[in-house]
């Protein structure tokens, strides 16, 4: 059973922005905390950012003042605004859901959307 799906992903070119949106299911307790990871051809997965319900952020260091993630409880949705996107930027971008927030950036997800394909190129 499918709980997130991705949406949003596409090509762009540099320096361009892409906003990523992801809707979660009612299956997935609406006081999970959510946030997005990134996968790149040849490299490991890693966190790219994460929001609570209370709107608590953290974001890992390379996309400090490029990227926003935002939430919207109403609608069950959560978002990822990318700016000044860089040919490095290029990955499959998963949606997650885990318990708490210290739990999601360590890695331990609960959930994990199928994923949506970024590409920066010129």
């Known amino acids: 059973q499918v709980q997130l799906v991705e949406s949003g992903g596409g090509l762009v070119q540099p320096g361009e922005s892409l906003r990523l949106s992801c809707v979660a299911s009612?299956?997935?307790?609406?006081?999970?905390?959510m946030g997005w990871y990134r996968q790149a051809p040849g490299k490991e997965r890693e966190l790219v950012a994460a929001i609570t319900t209370g709107g608590s952020t953290n974001y890992a260091d390379s996309m400090k003042g490029r990227f926003t993630i935002s939430r919207d409880s109403v609608k069950n949705m959560v978002y990822l605004q990318m700016s000044g996107l860089k040919p490095e930027d290029t990955a499959v971008y998963y949606c997650?859901?885990?318990?708490?927030?210290?739990?999601?950036?360590?890695?331990?997800?609960?959930?994990w959307g199928q994923g949506t394909q970024v590409t920066v190129s010129s």
């Open positions: 009612q299956s997935i307790p609406s006081h999970y905390a």
């Open positions: 997650t859901a885990a318990q708490y927030l210290t739990a999601l950036i360590l890695g331990r997800v609960d959930h």
